[in-house]
């Protein structure tokens, strides 16, 4: 049997040190782009796997990360959670997955380390958690938060633009002509969440226009799911005076009222419009193509995993850090743009 390639073997055949070999492998900043290049064709071609029981001997870790999610039959998660576990794969580690429904205790349990003796660190998509749980979380355990629920710089965060996208897909909608735009999902009041921040990006799209604020447009939901989104557009539309456009505030509630409205024989969109949020796959194969806010996944999950990681190495060395990852609006059938993809139409943040 031919031996495993080691380290040593990946470095001779990319011509450079072993260590410079660990620096990319481990997502070390100041590896030029070149030899980061030369280091993973080796990598690839040599089949190295990195010894991640060698590495827990000599480090005192598991080689192991937590990913806690509200629900994993929701697709954005489901897509999200593919990427988390192959940006951990490539970095020599692996994922636990934790479901938490999005309950407030099982996400107090995964801030507390319930599994903290098989992990080195959790990420986390909260959407119950309150500041004071944020605040007063147990620091030693390694945490990124995803999405909008930041501890307001007290953990490294990871999201997109939440306003600046509701804002781009709404002045899209506007420029279409459409003047009554619900939103459905949407929150005026309360703490900043997924509602509350692509209202106010909404809001900003409306004032940019000169067209006032209707808070009757904007529609709470009880949960981001197909059959929500079926009920509020059938709700709408029974209304004296129905909205020319819905802004889903993701795409299970696009493609649920997409259905309510094609069982009304609404015509979309001739009639109205409807765009959704997170590019799930399913989005691409509605009759029609739905237009959605598409964030950059791939690189959501390489930063939770490169900030967390590097907070494992040195939990105390570095203060909390946010970023921002990208977003697209794909403009699809649903509101006027061509075929499934949109990628005439589609346009970089």
Same mark, same amino acid.
């Given at each position: 049997?031919?031996?495993?390639?080691?380290?040593? /073997?990946?470095?001779?055949?990319?011509?450079?040190?072993?260590?410079?070999?660990?620096?990319?492998?481990?997502?070390? *900043?100041?590896?030029?782009?070149?030899?980061? +290049?030369? %280091?993973?064709?080796?990598?690839?071609?040599?089949?190295?796997? %990195?010894?991640?029981?060698?590495?827990?001997?000599?480090?005192?870790?598991?080689?192991?990360?937590?990913?806690?999610?509200?629900?994993?039959?929701?697709?954005?998660?489901?897509?999200? +959670?593919?990427?988390?576990?192959?940006?951990?794969?490539?970095?020599? !580690? @692996?994922?636990?997955?934790?479901?938490?429904?999005?309950?407030?205790?099982?996400?107090?349990?995964?801030?507390?380390?319930?599994? +903290?003796?098989?992990?080195?660190?959790?990420?986390?998509?909260?959407?119950?958690?309150?500041?004071?749980?944020?605040?007063?979380?147990? $620091?030693?355990?390694?945490?990124?938060?995803?999405?909008?629920?930041?501890?307001?710089?007290?953990?490294?965060? =990871? +999201?997109?633009?939440?306003?600046?996208?509701?804002?781009?897909?709404?002045? !899209?909608?506007?420029?279409?002509? $459409?003047?009554?735009?619900?939103?459905?999902?949407?929150?005026?009041?309360?703490?900043?969440?997924?509602?509350?921040?692509? @209202?106010?990006?909404?809001?900003?799209?409306?004032? &940019?226009?000169?067209?006032?604020?209707?808070?009757?447009?904007?529609?709470?939901?009880?949960?981001?799911?197909?059959?929500?989104?079926?009920?509020?557009?059938?709700?709408?539309? /029974?209304?004296?005076?129905?909205?020319?456009?819905?802004?889903?505030?993701?795409?299970?509630?696009?493609?649920?009222?997409?259905?309510?409205?094609?069982?009304?024989?609404?015509?979309?969109?001739?009639?109205?419009? =409807? &765009?959704?949020?997170?590019?799930?796959?399913?989005?691409?194969?509605?009759?029609?193509?739905?237009?959605? %806010?598409?964030?950059?996944?791939?690189?959501?999950?390489?930063?939770?995993?490169?900030?967390?990681?590097?907070?494992?190495?040195?939990? *105390?060395?570095?203060?909390?850090?946010? *970023?921002?990852?990208?977003?697209?609006?794909?403009?699809?059938?649903?509101?006027?743009?061509?075929?499934?993809?949109?990628?005439?139409?589609? $346009?970089?943040?």
């Amino acid at each position: 049997m031919a031996a495993r390639p080691s380290i040593k /073997d990946v470095a001779r055949y990319a011509g450079v040190s072993p260590k410079t070999v660990s620096n990319v492998i481990n997502d070390f *900043e100041h590896v030029s782009e070149r030899t980061r +290049a030369a %280091v993973r064709e080796a990598i690839d071609a040599l089949g190295y796997r %990195v010894n991640i029981a060698g590495r827990q001997l000599r480090q005192g870790r598991t080689g192991m990360i937590t990913l806690a999610v509200p629900e994993l039959d929701v697709a954005y998660f489901a897509e999200l +959670a593919k990427h988390v576990t192959a940006e951990a794969d490539r970095r020599g !580690h @692996t994922v636990l997955l934790h479901q938490t429904g999005g309950v407030r205790e099982r996400e107090l349990a995964a801030l507390r380390g319930f599994d +903290a003796q098989f992990s080195d660190g959790v990420i986390l998509s909260p959407l119950s958690l309150l500041p004071r749980d944020l605040a007063a979380r147990d $620091r030693r355990l390694p945490v990124v938060l995803l999405g909008e629920r930041s501890a307001e710089g007290s953990t490294d965060h =990871v +999201a997109i633009d939440n306003v600046r996208a509701a804002r781009e897909v709404t002045a !899209h909608l506007l420029a279409r002509g $459409r003047r009554r735009i619900a939103v459905v999902g949407g929150a005026v009041d309360g703490r900043q969440g997924t509602g509350r921040l692509r @209202t106010d990006g909404y809001r900003e799209a409306l004032t &940019a226009a000169g067209l006032p604020f209707d808070p009757g447009l904007v529609v709470p939901v009880d949960a981001f799911l197909w059959q929500d989104g079926a009920r509020a557009a059938a709700a709408l539309m /029974d209304r004296d005076t129905p909205p020319d456009a819905l802004l889903c505030l993701n795409d299970h509630l696009a493609l649920g009222a997409l259905r309510a409205l094609h069982e009304r024989g609404r015509s979309v969109p001739g009639e109205l419009d =409807v &765009a959704g949020f997170d590019d799930i796959d399913a989005s691409r194969f509605s009759v029609p193509s739905l237009t959605t %806010v598409a964030p950059d996944k791939q690189g959501i999950a390489r930063a939770a995993v490169s900030l967390l990681l590097s907070r494992v190495d040195a939990p *105390e060395a570095m203060p909390p850090r946010e *970023e921002v990852a990208g977003h697209r609006l794909i403009v699809r059938e649903s509101t006027g743009g061509r075929g499934s993809e949109g990628a005439n139409a589609a $346009r970089p943040a």
